[in-house]
């Protein structure tokens, strides 16, 4: 159960768009499409942004989106806000019905 | 509104024992899976435990297999993950969450606010 390979950080402008990569392998991230992804702003409960790889759920800006090729998942995020600022986490199902987060990803608003 | 709560966290000394609880509330307990997630200070998420909508399976991390289990009380909205032989590197804020899909396991939709566990003598 090795973590998922997150990029440590990412930073854009506001506006811009930024793409945060999660790495797996065949026994997870490449063999199902059960990637989800959470925000987690400093001290507070992680939010569920994007789940079955490309779906948002209600109430979440669309702003956010998801992909996956492979054995890599990717979270896009569009039109940059400062209220973005926050940590990512991908999470994946696995082969061993267990689930696997990665390892984290702060994104930075400059 | 869904509501996940958790309570039972606190300072336990290495090698001791102690009982965490979720009650929800919200939705309907028995249409879903159950999941906890922890959290060490300063550090990622790490899911750690599943119980299916009938309890009849559970799953666990390879870091808390055959000292933690996981269970639940339909008839209470409770679930429970019970934790043996606590190390150190147990110390983390631990989550309580519902799973997001009703069909299968993919996701956390909704969590509770955590309840910090310190292992420390």
């Known amino acids: 159960q090795s973590a998922l390979t997150q990029p440590a950080s990412v930073s854009g402008s506001p506006g811009q768009s930024i793409t945060i990569s999660c790495t797996g392998t065949s026994s997870d991230v490449g063999g199902y499409n059960y990637v989800s992804w959470y925000q987690q702003h400093p001290g507070k409960v992680p939010k569920l942004m994007i789940y079955?790889?490309?779906k948002r759920p209600s109430g979440v800006s669309d702003r956010f989106s998801g992909s996956k090729s492979g054995n890599t998942a990717s979270l896009t995020i569009s039109g940059l806000q400062a209220e973005d600022e926050a940590d990512y986490y991908c999470s994946s199902y696995t082969s061993t019905s267990t689930f696997v987060f990665g390892t984290g990803t702060k994104v930075t608003v400059l | 509104q869904v509501q996940l709560v958790e309570s039972g966290g606190g300072v336990v000394q290495p090698g001791r024992s102690l009982r965490l609880s979720c009650a929800a509330s919200g939705f309907t307990f028995t249409s879903y899976a159950l999941h906890w997630v922890r959290q060490a200070p300063g550090k990622g998420l790490e899911w750690v435990a599943v119980?299916?909508?009938?309890?009849?399976?559970?799953h666990y991390a390879d870091s808390v297999e055959g000292r933690f289990t996981i269970s639940r009380d339909n008839s209470d909205n409770t679930f429970y993950l019970q934790m043996n032989s606590l190390r150190a590197e147990d110390t983390a804020v631990y989550y309580c969450?519902?799973?997001?899909?009703?069909?299968?396991?993919?996701?956390?939709?909704?969590w509770g606010q955590g309840t910090l566990v310190t292992v420390s003598s």
């Open positions: 969450a519902r799973e997001g899909s009703g069909s299968s396991w993919s996701s956390f939709d909704y």
């Open positions: 119980v299916s909508i009938d309890g009849s399976r559970t």
């Open positions: 079955d790889v490309t």
